[in-house]
């Protein structure tokens, strides 16, 4: 077996990192930003943007956006004020 491989099927697949807010978060294989907010306990996103390497995803694309290895992503509040 593959380096790892017996170790992904133990933890339940494989296995992938992403950096949210320079944080390093290991998720399934088949992960989504819906389920790294889910893993966060983020289920509202309003007044939130998110961008994965440096380009926001569009509202409506959000939640089934497909996670890869390596990804950078970053959520962004937004703030009132002058």
Request: overall charge negative; proline content about 0%; charged content about 30%.
């Amino acid at each position: 077996m593959c380096r790892g491989g017996f170790r992904d099927l133990l933890a339940g697949g494989k296995r992938l990192k992403v950096l949210l807010n320079d944080e390093t978060r290991e998720l399934n294989d088949k992960a989504t930003v819906g389920s790294l907010l889910e893993e966060i306990e983020l289920s509202d996103l309003a007044g939130w943007a998110v961008a994965v390497n440096e380009q926001v995803i569009a509202k409506d694309e959000t939640l089934d956006y497909e996670l890869s290895e390596g990804d950078r992503v970053i959520l962004i509040q937004a703030t009132q004020g002058g």
